[in-house]
């Protein structure tokens, strides 16, 4: 019975996506006459989207995508991009959709739309263990003495500029590569979300997650983030989220990327 239920939903996406062609708007009809999903991302940020040495890619927001793309009866093609170019590359049409890690907050919201938000996080501190004792509070981070490594175009680089004025700012291009510079004492701290500070604590004992319990941000959420330009295709892929998410993918997903 389970197995006949998950085939006349599966049966109901595809009939959704072949049906909606015939009125669809110009994104939605590329994608399905190519049977090609272009998904976006920098590849930079664990535990969500990661380009791996061999060229691939994966992550929590890989597997849910590609959960997405077989409900959908297309193939996915990855389309490099950076946290500074992410925007204007989605809004110029290099890809149909972004994720990687992406906040959801008005300002993105504004300009683009955004699937429903998953994986509840706040901005932490990933720094050194051996001196974690030092940093307690926002003001502990904000000294002349302390050397904050961010990657440019993305909400963290926003937050270190807006509230730690008085620290050392140095600029790396390339995200997945801070946490080292951190551990090998080129750098003090890295602001960055929940899962990502986690992620590297856990897997690297010379690092440690600070502010875990009382983050400095209010609690947000991350999102998949698409154009806003074709209603028809925010529909369907509005559709095939909440799907996969009443069958269950979304949590199997969570509990295999976001311990």
Known sequence: MMRLFRQCLCGLVACLFI?????????????????VLRVGTPGDYR????????GSYEGHDIEVIEKMAKELGVTIEYVPTTWPNLLADLQAGKFDIAIGGITRNATRLRKVAMLPGYAGFGKVALVRAADQSKYKTLADLNQPDVRVIKNPGGTNETFVLNNLP????ITHDKNAEIPELIASGQGDVMITETYEALYYAHNDARLAARFIDAPLTPRNFLGFMLPASDEDYLRVMQFTWDLIDKRGDLQEAAAHWLK
């Open 19 to 35: 049906l909606s062609s015939a009125l669809a708007g110009p994104i939605l009809d590329h994608i399905v006459e190519s049977k």
């Open 47 to 54: 535990p969500f989207a990661i380009k791996t040495a061999t």
């Open 166 to 169: 008085k620290a050392q700012i």
